[in-house]
């Protein structure tokens, strides 16, 4: 069953594990990321923190509106199983009547194709490879401006 939850009403123990643990992982779901960067948020929640999806929302002349905060590239519904078409279907539906406008980007593990949706390219850089395998994939261009810094001497230094 999926229900809604205002901000005060979160477990948030159980709903970071989930965003923490969920196949689809973003830093833009956590709890105290959206408390920096969504004027208000609640969430819909699968049973027990199964499923997640956080629903940023404003409110202009009493009308509700969801809305994709600024610094939030990927929201949608989070879980550690794959989320099938039907249940992100769920989701979508269980979005409380009082948001009467709705603008969200789903994550890349959201498989929107049963809806007229805008799919956009997204590139995710893994971070679970040492510089040297990533950087053996840089297009010419970019190789070049690397080395062309090298012969310059630029320096990048750790102002902290």
């Known amino acids: 069953m999926i229900c809604y939850f205002k901000r005060d009403q979160i ?20 709890s105290w990321y959206l408390d920096i960067i969504a004027d208000n948020w609640g969430v819909l929640v699968l049973n027990d923190y199964e499923a997640v999806m956080p629903l940023p929302w404003r409110s202009k002349i009493f009308i509700k509106y969801i809305y994709p905060p600024v610094w939030t590239q990927q929201l949608g519904v989070f879980s550690k199983n794959k989320i099938d078409p039907i249940l992100l279907q769920e989701f979508i539906n269980s979005i409380p009547k009082k948001f009467k406008k709705i603008t969200t980007q789903f994550n890349s593990g959201n498989d929107l194709s049963f809806r007229n949706a805008t799919k956009r390219i997204n590139y995710i850089l893994p971070l679970n490879i040492t510089y040297e395998e990533i950087a053996t994939k840089y297009k010419n261009n970019r190789k070049q401006s690397i080395n062309q810094g090298e012969k310059n001497e630029l320096i990048i230094k750790n102002c902290s």
Do not use: F, Q
Not at 11 to 30: E, P, V, W
């Open 11 to 30: 477990d948030h123990l159980k709903y970071n594990n989930c965003i923490k643990l969920a196949m689809n992982s973003r830093i833009y779901a956590y």
